[in-house]
């Protein structure tokens, strides 16, 4: 299968207002602009010096494309999504770049997006990861820990919270997968508003479960781009 044939694949099967996130970590730039030419728009990195080397080798590309043919940028509307553990050492390789921060996991990284947003005059779209999986090794914080968040956004005036991400646990079992999907979509649901109105959940190998419990946002790298040498 070929990148067009997999995302077409994808999309097919996404409801009106669901997204396909293409996550294209360890995949190269060839990659991505084979995605972008099947349609694919919105591109999800994990890691801060890879994001912004790939930002600048698409900017370059825009540049030599421009000067054989102005006003004509070959990677327009694309858009970049952090998905990584994001250390408040590295904001400013990230922060510039994407338009939503998906992985948002303490609190000590959300006051220091703030404070890059409050400096730089910008305001960060972000989703909270919530901890759903078994596995204790994952990055999130609790419901519980949640609700507090967001009973005291008005702390946060240059973050604006877009919704909830999460990773189910690791496991071919597809029930304890849905019963962690369903369990945030039960909590989501309790705090959904216009502005808090994505849920962003399903990979490769959960995504059709993670549609029938109300995903907003699928996040795909291995089925589309194929497995990643690391
Ligand atoms: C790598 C990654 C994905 C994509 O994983 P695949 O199994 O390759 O689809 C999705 N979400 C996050 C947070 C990731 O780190």
Redo the contacts with the bound molecule.
């Keep these: 299968m070929s990148i067009k044939s997999n995302i077409q694949a994808i999309k097919a099967a996404l409801p009106v207002g669901t997204r396909l996130v293409a996550?294209s970590?360890f995949h190269p730039l060839s990659s991505i602009e084979q995605a972008y030419a099947a349609g694919q728009r919105i591109f999800?990195e994990?890691r801060p010096q890879e994001l912004a080397a790939k930002v600048a080798q698409v900017a370059e590309l825009a540049k030599s494309a421009e000067a054989v043919e102005p006003a004509k940028n070959p990677f327009e509307g694309l858009q970049w999504h952090f998905?990584?553990h994001l250390q408040t050492n590295k904001l400013s390789l990230v922060l510039p770049f994407v338009s939503l921060v998906?992985?948002v996991d303490s609190l000590h990284l959300l006051e220091a997006i703030n404070n890059w947003g409050i400096a730089h005059e910008k305001t960060i779209d972000v989703l909270l990861e919530a901890h759903i999986a078994r596995e204790e090794s994952k990055q999130g914080f609790s419901f519980e820990q949640i609700r507090d968040i967001l009973s005291n956004r008005n702390l946060y005036e240059r973050v604006r919270f877009r919704g909830l991400?999460a990773?189910a646990s690791n496991t071919p079992d597809m029930e304890a997968v849905r019963e962690e999907f369903a369990g945030l979509r039960d909590f989501f649901n309790t705090l959904q508003s216009p502005e808090f109105s994505e849920l962003s959940i399903g990979?490769?190998?959960d995504?059709p479960v993670a549609l029938e419990c109300g995903s907003t946002m699928v996040?795909?790298?291995?089925?589309?781009?194929g497995a990643?040498e690391y």
């Design positions: 996550v970590k999800a994990s998905i990584g998906e992985s991400m990773m990979m490769s190998n995504w996040r795909i790298g291995t089925a589309i781009f990643r």
